[in-house]
């Protein structure tokens, strides 16, 4: 649970971020806001705190903060898996499984067919529907509804178009293998019919996996409109592993045409820092949009892990947390169309105000300074930096002297990076200590960063959230110390406010 207490044995379970209670959890699945709640569903296995028997888990939140865990919504059997997909809202009982004045719930998911059922190793698209809000489902009878013969046909996201081709359900889905989102149209949820497909594009250095589809104001004007396509992809990461990318278009109802493709067809490793990527970090993963979220914002929730390493992180008796609910808006940025994405929720109630830490124009010159009154385990960090002569200057978070995690901004280069080499355990896996990049560039000279720090990850959001950099830790408990560095000349702290929750 979100606001657990921690124990030796569970050391690491978040305070602001969810997880299961004692299983495995992977993909965010069916993100919808229904009758005042957030539902998060998500792939799950009941039995185990690894990668197996993939069923849907269920967790609800009144405010995306705290959240309330409930039995497995949909269940694995002996005929197929329950691999990613979507819920909509049917309002107007379009499939029949609910009534004109009671409609239901409908999810729409990957049957991954086991060995010995009818459709043997075959990914096929399926339907459950919900009387109830959510909280029990029932498989359609009929099931698969959209069967293509594929083995990586999967992850299916479905919502409704109201456009200049007419009004009717569209999903959007994967051929993970052929690097392709694959776009169907249907009127009832159970007959469709293929639309177009899009792909490859982009980054291709691994499977294509959890598309998402939907529209954006630029600038917040609501007269100018674009499409934004979210694909994550495993592995071929700008920092390896697990990435998600996104384009921006046009949907005319049939076909997605991109306007900010950079390479046709198969990736160009040389460009793979060219790519629009929703995350920088090594543990982002999977994420999609809720539907129906309120005042039509588009909110996202992904998995905080990797594949390289998922199955071995140090925790225990659960494995993998969600992210932080994250706004997604669409702004432009030296005449480009870039996302911008910024943490949503009320923390106030966690928040411990008589631990409050703030400094202000501070000059640091080639050295590094504990800060005596900032030391915490689960934060709010909010800083504004100015380069002086410093090669590098930044933070170090969760530190036990001068060993921690570093958040580091390089002028020179226009990098922000995060060393997790010292950060502590490592040795899980060899590829986790790492040092990962992204590219961040001054505004008005100031360098910008919104950080959420929790028992286990690292959430940062620089220069208002037009960079994103998410990743997991694992510290020990004595590692609380917040410090100050610049390596090889000046830099100015302008201001640096922490919020201490309650842990």
Same mark, same amino acid.
């Given at each position: 649970?979100?606001? /657990?207490?921690?124990?030796?044995?569970d050391t690491f379970r978040p305070a602001l971020h969810y997880t299961a209670r004692n299983t495995?959890?992977?993909?965010?699945? $069916?993100?919808?806001?229904?009758?005042?709640?957030?539902?998060?569903?998500? =792939?799950?296995?009941? #039995?185990?705190?690894?990668?197996?028997?993939?069923?849907?888990?269920? !967790?609800?939140?009144?405010?995306?903060?705290?959240?309330?865990?409930?039995?497995? /919504?949909?269940?694995?059997?002996?005929?197929?898996?329950?691999?990613?997909?979507?819920?909509?809202?049917?309002?107007?009982?379009?499939? @029949?499984?609910?009534?004109?004045? !009671?409609?239901?719930?409908?999810?729409?998911?990957?049957?991954?067919?086991?060995?010995?059922?009818?459709?043997?190793?075959?990914?096929?698209?399926?339907?459950?529907?919900?009387?109830?809000?959510?909280?029990?489902?029932?498989? +359609?009878?009929?099931?698969?509804?959209?069967?293509r013969g594929s083995a990586e046909f999967r992850d299916p996201k479905v919502i409704k178009y109201? @456009?200049?081709? $007419?009004?009717?359900?569209?999903?959007?889905?994967?051929?993970?293998?052929?690097?392709?989102?694959?776009?169907?149209?249907?009127?009832?949820?159970?007959?469709?019919?293929?639309?177009?497909?899009?792909?490859?594009?982009?980054?291709?250095?691994?499977?294509?996996?959890?598309? *998402?589809?939907? =529209?954006?104001?630029?600038?917040?004007?609501?007269?100018?409109?674009?499409?934004?396509?979210?694909?994550? #992809?495993?592995?071929?990461?700008?920092?390896?592993?697990?990435? $998600? =990318?996104?384009?921006?278009?046009?949907?005319?109802?049939?076909?997605?045409?991109?306007?900010?493709?950079?390479?046709?067809? #198969?990736?160009?490793?040389?460009?793979?820092?060219?790519?629009?990527?929703?995350?920088?970090?090594?543990?982002?993963?999977?994420?999609?949009?809720?539907? *129906?979220?309120? *005042?039509?914002?588009?909110?996202?929730?992904?998995?905080?892990?990797?594949?390289?390493?998922?199955?071995?992180?140090?925790?225990?008796?659960?494995?993998?947390?969600?992210?932080?609910?994250?706004?997604?808006?669409?702004?432009?940025?030296?005449?480009?169309?870039?996302l911008m994405q910024r943490p949503v929720g009320d923390w106030a109630a966690l928040a411990d105000?008589?631990?409050?830490?703030?400094?202000?124009?501070?000059?640091?010159?080639?050295?590094?300074? %504990?800060?005596?009154?900032?030391?915490?385990?689960?934060? &709010?960090?909010? !800083?504004?930096?100015?380069?002086?002569?410093?090669?590098?200057?930044?933070? %170090?978070?969760?530190?036990?002297?001068?060993?921690?995690?570093? %958040?580091?901004?390089?002028?020179?280069?226009?990098?922000?990076?995060?060393?997790?080499?010292?950060?502590? +355990?490592?040795?899980?896996?060899?590829?986790?200590?790492?040092?990962?990049?992204?590219?961040?560039?001054?505004?008005?000279?100031?360098?910008?960063?919104?950080?959420?720090?929790? &028992?286990?990850?690292?959430?940062?959001?620089?220069?208002?959230?037009?960079?994103?950099?998410?990743?997991?830790?694992?510290?020990?408990?004595?590692?609380?110390?917040?410090?100050?560095?610049?390596?090889?000349?000046?830099? !100015?702290?302008?201001?640096?406010?922490?919020?201490?929750?309650?842990?």
């Amino acid at each position: 649970m979100t606001a /657990a207490t921690a124990t030796t044995a569970d050391t690491f379970r978040p305070a602001l971020h969810y997880t299961a209670r004692n299983t495995w959890l992977n993909d965010p699945n $069916g993100l919808i806001f229904h009758e005042g709640v957030y539902h998060l569903y998500y =792939q799950n296995n009941p #039995l185990d705190n690894v990668w197996g028997n993939m069923s849907w888990g269920h !967790a609800t939140s009144p405010d995306l903060v705290t959240w309330t865990e409930h039995p497995v /919504a949909i269940s694995c059997d002996e005929e197929e898996d329950i691999f990613s997909g979507s819920i909509v809202f049917d309002r107007d009982n379009t499939s @029949g499984f609910g009534t004109d004045s !009671a409609p239901p719930l409908v999810a729409v998911y990957t049957s991954a067919f086991k060995p010995g059922s009818a459709h043997e190793g075959v990914q096929a698209q399926s339907l459950a529907y919900s009387r109830d809000g959510g909280y029990t489902w029932t498989k +359609h009878a009929a099931n698969p509804v959209l069967n293509r013969g594929s083995a990586e046909f999967r992850d299916p996201k479905v919502i409704k178009y109201d @456009g200049g081709a $007419g009004s009717y359900w569209v999903m959007v889905a994967v051929e993970a293998t052929d690097f392709q989102v694959v776009l169907y149209k249907s009127e009832d949820l159970k007959s469709w019919e293929l639309l177009s497909s899009f792909g490859p594009a982009n980054a291709t250095g691994g499977v294509w996996e959890c598309p *998402d589809l939907f =529209q954006l104001p630029v600038d917040g004007d609501p007269e100018n409109l674009q499409w934004v396509l979210t694909v994550n #992809l495993n592995p071929g990461g700008p920092n390896n592993g697990s990435a $998600g =990318q996104y384009f921006v278009g046009d949907f005319d109802g049939t076909t997605f045409t991109s306007a900010t493709t950079v390479t046709e067809g #198969l990736q160009d490793p040389a460009r793979l820092g060219e790519y629009q990527w929703l995350d920088w970090g090594r543990d982002y993963y999977a994420a999609v949009s809720f539907a *129906d979220a309120p *005042d039509n914002r588009r909110l996202m929730i992904g998995w905080m892990n990797n594949w390289e390493y998922a199955n071995q992180i140090p925790t225990s008796p659960w494995r993998s947390p969600m992210t932080l609910a994250r706004e997604i808006s669409l702004h432009t940025r030296e005449g480009n169309l870039r996302l911008m994405q910024r943490p949503v929720g009320d923390w106030a109630a966690l928040a411990d105000p008589s631990k409050s830490f703030r400094l202000s124009e501070t000059t640091i010159e080639d050295s590094t300074h %504990i800060l005596d009154g900032a030391a915490g385990t689960v934060q &709010r960090i909010d !800083a504004t930096f100015t380069a002086g002569t410093a090669d590098e200057f930044g933070l %170090i978070l969760r530190a036990n002297g001068t060993h921690g995690t570093r %958040i580091g901004i390089r002028p020179a280069q226009g990098t922000l990076h995060v060393d997790r080499r010292t950060s502590g +355990h490592t040795d899980f896996h060899e590829s986790f200590p790492s040092i990962d990049t992204a590219p961040i560039h001054p505004t008005g000279g100031a360098y910008t960063l919104t950080i959420f720090v929790d &028992r286990c990850s690292l959430e940062i959001f620089a220069q208002d959230g037009q960079v994103a950099m998410t990743e997991l830790i694992f510290p020990a408990p004595t590692s609380t110390d917040v410090a100050i560095y610049s390596l090889g000349g000046t830099a !100015a702290i302008n201001s640096l406010d922490i919020t201490q929750f309650v842990a």
